[in-house]
């Protein structure tokens, strides 16, 4: 996979030896995904994108010792820029990760998570 000049110069993305990102987990890679396509939407420019990661990755020399994974500042970041662009309000995202946890949690080994609405039917 080859990714375009701007996506490359994001900040730390892991790559392997043909240009294409790294993920160790699927949900890595849906946020990758999501992620490009808002910013294939206009909802932010890609200039945009790679400081708010890079202000996320920062903290993890801010003495602290907090340090987390690359994509947990990579989500930390897009949910930051969703609520600064008016996309999405914390409660709206708190209450998304939350059902996502519960689906997956009810979610057999192998099979795919299915998002359900609050009358239990699944999401389209």
Known sequence: MTLPADILE???LPLDQDGGPVFSAPWEARVFAMTLQAHRAGVFS???WAQ????ELAKDGDGSGDTVGYYDRWIDAFEKLLREKDV???????ALKAAWDEAARETPHGQPIVLKTTDGTPCS
């Open 10 to 12: 994001t900040p730390r």
């Open 88 to 94: 999405a309000a914390s409660g709206e995202l708190k």
């Open 52 to 55: 708010a990661l890079g202000v």
């Open 46 to 48: 890609w200039g945009e």
